[in-house]
């Protein structure tokens, strides 16, 4: 997955430098980089799938704050499964905008439309051209945040290597422990697919701290846990990087 997400929590939005974490799956908040601000993510997530082989992926967007509700995101990954070399993915172009900050209900509310193109060759990429769209509801407990998403992308061309319809559903939370140390807690889901390249559904827990070294720069690190189906085991790490305005 491209996706790069977990929850920002209790950041001090009066900043327009405040790192906004938005990884490491496929949860993320409604809130958005300031206008003209530019922000990296970048991790890494090893994988233990079921059957004792193993992947390795080094997801990354590059997040540019276009304006007070918009902000444009470039994703690439650089990935290898097992048996093969370190290659180039599929890379993407999203566009998330808030349409709420504080609506009944869903709270902030934001849609994030995007494209991911079969720029990877090979095992290194799906081979379809894939739209989505996420719908985003974010909400303050105090200094704990919840983020609730429903993801839909639609592929074409062979769909032999990547379903037709392949939704997600996540819930996830995070907040301060002490000092420059949080959390963040994650619930996701894949329901099943048809199709030649259709899967069981599958649901799966992640955990692991997080250090905000600056305001601008946040570290984290975790565990991702299968409850059912073939969602990996997973380990991960990563790094967010606000380079300030330009």
Do not use: C
């Amino acid at each position: 997955m491209l996706s790069l997400t977990s929850i920002a929590y209790a950041q001090d939005r009066s900043d327009p430098r405040a790192a906004m974490p938005e990884r490491p799956t496929v949860a993320t908040h409604a809130w958005t980089v300031a206008p003209r601000y530019v922000e990296l993510e970048t991790g890494a997530e090893w994988d233990r799938n079921r059957d004792r082989t193993s992947a390795l992926s080094t997801p990354t967007i590059v997040k540019i704050g276009v304006a007070r509700r918009a902000q444009l995101g470039l994703q690439a990954t650089i990935n290898a499964a097992s048996g093969t070399s370190l290659g180039i993915g599929d890379a993407g172009i999203v566009l998330k905008y808030r349409l709420a900050d504080r609506a009944p209900v869903v709270g902030a509310f934001a849609v994030l439309p995007g494209i991911k193109f079969p720029s990877g060759p090979g095992d290194h990429g799906t081979g379809t051209t894939d739209a989505s769209i996420v719908l985003i509801s974010s909400h303050s407990l105090r200094d704990v945040a919840l983020a609730l998403n429903a993801v839909q992308p639609r592929p074409s061309g062979d769909t032999a290597r990547a379903p037709r319809n392949a939704t997600v559903w996540t819930i996830s939370t995070g907040g301060p422990i002490a000092g420059s140390v949080g959390f963040a807690a994650e619930i996701f889901g894949f329901p099943a697919t048809s199709g030649p390249a259709g899967v069981p559904g599958s649901v799966a827990i992640l955990g692991g701290p997080t250090v905000t070294l600056r305001p601008w720069a946040v570290i984290d690190a975790g565990v991702i846990v299968r409850l059912r189906g073939e969602q990996p085991h997973a380990v991960y790490g990563g790094l967010v990087y606000n380079f300030g305005k330009f």
